[in-house]
């Protein structure tokens, strides 16, 4: 049975709370920089890779991770083959639909019969019109979502929101809530039969700190 486990977590958001986590719970040394993507605690009981937070759930799902850290917009939207544990609580976001505020203006949802659409999340984004019976043309992009409406390339946008602030700064005005995804914890099948003693450990480790982290919010 192994003893250390490789962690996967995302660059951007996500990474400041995740690493604080860690720390909270005795984790130490792990350095964040931008140009080392393998990293190490203190005690040696993790390998820990800094990643594309789209990546963490293939290197999870494949092994090359035991467990990872990553956004539930992301586990919807690639639907990979991974246990989830634990809601982590932090990183809360919701995944929404904006336009120009000069359509939303003059705009009825509920007449919607086609529409075109830039976003990073194709998937929930064709689940989401076709649900409703609308048809839609999916603009598919990796940053800068908010600029599509602005050049017309899109008429409207599928994008992750914190406070709406870039929404509103780019002219846009939200007209949907698809879904809300806060930070999740990922297990690889295979490590949690492999390293079940180190990986379950984590797992309580985890569990306890998010709790205490609850209890004294309240």
Same mark, same amino acid.
């Given at each position: !049975?192994?003893?250390?486990?490789?962690?996967?977590?995302?660059?951007?958001?996500?990474?400041? %709370?995740?690493?604080?986590?860690?720390?909270? !719970?005795?984790?130490?040394?792990?350095?964040?920089?931008?140009?080392?993507? +393998?990293?190490?605690?203190?005690?040696?009981? $993790?390998?820990?890779?800094?990643?594309?937070?789209?990546?963490?759930?293939?290197?999870v799902a494949y092994g090359a991770?035991?467990?990872? +850290?990553?956004?539930?917009?992301?586990?919807?939207?690639?639907?990979?083959?991974?246990?989830e544990p634990l809601d982590l609580?932090?990183?809360?976001?919701?995944?929404?639909?904006?336009?120009?505020?000069?359509?939303?203006?003059?705009?009825? %949802?509920?007449?919607?019969?086609?529409?075109?659409?830039?976003?990073?999340?194709?998937?929930?984004?064709?689940?989401?019109?076709?649900?409703?019976?609308?048809?839609?043309?999916?603009?598919?992009?990796?940053?800068?979502?908010?600029?599509?409406? $602005?050049?017309?390339?899109?008429?409207?946008?599928?994008?992750?929101?914190?406070?709406?602030?870039? $929404?509103?700064?780019?002219?846009?005005?939200?007209?949907?809530? +698809?879904?809300?995804?806060?930070?999740?914890?990922?297990?690889?099948?295979?490590?949690?039969?492999?390293?079940?003693s180190a990986v379950s450990g $984590? +797992?309580?480790? !985890?569990?306890?700190?998010?709790?205490?982290?609850?209890?004294?919010?309240?």
């Amino acid at each position: !049975m192994r003893d250390r486990l490789t962690l996967a977590l995302p660059k951007g958001r996500l990474l400041d %709370p995740a690493v604080a986590l860690l720390r909270e !719970m005795g984790l130490e040394g792990i350095e964040v920089d931008s140009r080392r993507l +393998i990293s190490g605690d203190a005690s040696g009981r $993790l390998q820990v890779l800094f990643l594309k937070p789209s990546d963490v759930p293939t290197y999870v799902a494949y092994g090359a991770a035991d467990v990872g +850290i990553v956004g539930k917009d992301v586990l919807l939207e690639q639907e990979p083959d991974v246990y989830e544990p634990l809601d982590l609580g932090f990183g809360a976001c919701r995944l929404v639909v904006a336009e120009p505020r000069q359509l939303w203006e003059r705009d009825d %949802p509920a007449k919607w019969s086609w529409v075109r659409v830039a976003t990073k999340y194709p998937r929930l984004t064709e689940r989401y019109f076709s649900e409703r019976g609308i048809q839609v043309e999916i603009v598919r992009l990796d940053g800068s979502i908010e600029l599509a409406p $602005l050049v017309g390339l899109a008429d409207r946008i599928v994008d992750l929101v914190q406070t709406g602030e870039t $929404l509103r700064a780019n002219g846009l005005v939200e007209v949907a809530e +698809i879904t809300r995804s806060t930070a999740r914890l990922i297990v690889n099948r295979a490590s949690l039969k492999t390293a079940y003693s180190a990986v379950s450990g $984590l +797992i309580e480790e !985890m569990k306890k700190q998010v709790a205490g982290e609850r209890r004294a919010v309240r």
